[in-house]
């Protein structure tokens, strides 16, 4: 199994065709600040994230590349607005679909694998960014926590509770 480096990683491209056809793997480690479409959800972009992708048939011969990613992200919690540890830990299954070929009806029904166009140049970080940005939470939340609070130590009011309490008087 080839490790790539992280400056490695931003310039590959696969032939996805060829690269599930070899079985061939590769893994290595992403720096999360190399993730640019993640950025908006983040709280900090330090650390990184492991991943494997590798190829392979199954018994009918279709082609799948099969791309696993681990590690932890530091997400904005949606509620209190501070860090939220979020566990990764994915395993995404792509049935790779020959370009010009018809898409089978019941590729599109199969929830085990995602089918998408074989390019002869797959670009690998986007292809592992989109899986990461499919895990993440459109809200992530912390089970419990408190709005957040001003300088003078009030907690922020909801954008109508101003209003809410004019109306009361």
């Given at each position: 199994?080839s490790?790539?480096?992280?400056?490695?990683l931003?310039d590959?491209r696969?032939?996805?065709?060829?690269f599930?056809?070899?079985?061939r793997r590769?893994?290595?480690?992403?720096?999360v600040?190399?993730?640019q479409?993640?950025t908006?959800?983040?709280?900090?972009?330090g650390?990184a994230?492991?991943?494997?992708?590798?190829g392979e048939?199954?018994?009918?011969?279709?082609?799948?590349?099969?791309?696993?990613?681990?590690?932890?992200l530091?997400?904005?919690?949606?509620?209190?607005?501070?860090a939220?540890?979020?566990?990764?830990?994915?395993?995404?299954?792509?049935?790779?679909?020959?370009?010009?070929?018809?898409?089978p009806?019941?590729?599109l029904?199969?929830?085990?694998?995602d089918?998408?166009?074989?390019?002869?140049?797959?670009?690998?970080?986007p292809?592992?960014?989109?899986?990461?940005l499919?895990?993440?939470p459109?809200?992530?939340?912390?089970?419990s926590?408190m709005p957040?609070?001003?300088?003078?130590?009030?907690?922020?009011?909801?954008?109508?509770?101003?209003?809410?309490?004019?109306m009361?008087h």
């Amino acid at each position: 199994m080839s490790r790539l480096s992280m400056q490695q990683l931003g310039d590959i491209r696969i032939d996805s065709l060829e690269f599930a056809r070899e079985g061939r793997r590769l893994a290595g480690d992403v720096p999360v600040h190399m993730l640019q479409r993640l950025t908006d959800v983040l709280a900090d972009n330090g650390g990184a994230l492991a991943w494997v992708v590798h190829g392979e048939y199954d018994a009918g011969r279709e082609p799948f590349l099969v791309i696993e990613v681990s590690g932890e992200l530091h997400l904005v919690c949606q509620r209190c607005l501070t860090a939220l540890p979020f566990n990764l830990n994915i395993k995404s299954i792509l049935h790779l679909i020959a370009p010009g070929a018809a898409w089978p009806d019941e590729a599109l029904e199969d929830d085990r694998a995602d089918p998408i166009e074989a390019l002869g140049e797959q670009p690998l970080l986007p292809l592992i960014e989109d899986e990461v940005l499919l895990a993440v939470p459109i809200a992530p939340r912390h089970e419990s926590c408190m709005p957040p609070v001003h300088d003078d130590d009030s907690a922020a009011l909801l954008p109508f509770a101003k209003l809410a309490q004019l109306m009361k008087h």
